[in-house]
């Protein structure tokens, strides 16, 4: 899935870049989450089917979530 790997590159960039306070991270982070949601239709609410039937993108999306302070 290559819009997967795209969004995978940029929240490596972000969380790697040295030069962004923590808050500039999180607005970028939360700028990139709604990027995802676009692409993916990602449901506002969760929903465990949506979830397991999109593993990857869910982790990902997650892990986004996590690295926001």
């Known amino acids: ?30 700028t990139l989450m709604t990027k995802m949601e676009n692409e993916f239709e990602i449901p506002i609410l969760n929903d465990e089917n949506w979830n397991a039937e999109n593993k990857e993108i869910f982790s990902l999306y997650r892990k986004i979530s996590t690295a926001r302070s």
Do not use: P, V
């Open 1 to 30: 899935m290559e819009k997967l790997k795209e969004f995978k590159s940029e929240f490596e960039a972000i969380k790697a870049n040295s030069d962004l306070t923590e808050n500039r991270k999180s607005l970028l982070y939360a």
